[in-house]
């Protein structure tokens, strides 16, 4: 919770700095986050307060988390800034994937946040893990959004850079 909470905070404080017509990436960022914060957090909640060493069982885990990657996967679709295409890292090329690009980002949200979910249960591993990936990937988004002066990528970098100091204060 303390790591959702700073790196949120300051991503809003910090984040807005960057504006421009298609300034939605920061929210959708937070939103996301939060959304999948708060699956874990049921889980640990039932956990610790309700006493159920197991939590959510894999059922009652998946469902919401491929319901809310399918969500945001629709809006990034149907969002001008995102699309349904894929920047090829370090090329000016974007792969188009049309309508696959839906289910393409749902299973790649719900692999991402199921492989998070292993790592937090190994002691401190998903911070330092989360701190490498957050600095690279400010770093990438920063790098394109100021050589394509695009503030939504400068926002993106900001979220990430800032998710990145939290998990290595946390």
Same mark, same amino acid.
């Given at each position: 919770?303390?790591?959702? !909470?700073? $790196?949120? =905070?300051?991503?809003? !404080? ?6 421009? %017509?298609?300034?939605?990436?920061? =929210?959708?960022? /937070? @939103? ?8 874990? #957090?049921? %889980? %640990? ?20 988390? +491929?319901?809310?990657?399918?969500? #945001?996967? /629709? +809006? ?13 890292? #370090?090329?000016?090329?974007? =792969? ?5 690009? +839906? ?9 991402? %946040? ?10 401190? @591993? ?9 600095? !690279?990937?400010?770093? *990438?988004?920063? *790098?394109?959004? +100021? ?9 993106? $970098? ?13």
């Amino acid at each position: 919770v303390s790591f959702l !909470a700073a $790196g949120l =905070l300051c991503s809003l !404080a910090f984040g807005f700095r960057y504006k421009n %017509d298609h300034g939605q990436l920061l =929210l959708y960022c /937070v @939103l996301c986050t939060l959304s999948f914060g708060f699956v874990g #957090f049921v %889980d %640990d909640y039932l956990k610790v307060v309700r006493h159920r060493s197991e939590g959510l069982t894999v059922k009652q885990k998946l469902l919401p988390q +491929i319901v809310l990657a399918i969500v #945001f996967a /629709v +809006i990034a679709y149907a969002s001008d800034s995102i699309g349904s295409g894929i920047m090829l890292p #370090f090329t000016s090329k974007r =792969l188009e994937l049309g309508f696959f690009y +839906i289910p393409v980002a749902a299973f790649v949200i719900v692999a991402v %946040d199921n492989s998070a979910n292993i790592l937090d249960g190994l002691d401190g @591993l998903l911070s330092s893990n989360s701190s490498i990936a957050f600095a !690279a990937m400010s770093a *990438y988004a920063t *790098y394109t959004g +100021i050589v394509t002066e695009n503030g939504s990528l400068m926002n993106t $970098g900001v979220f990430c850079l800032c998710m990145c100091a939290a998990a290595v204060w946390v």
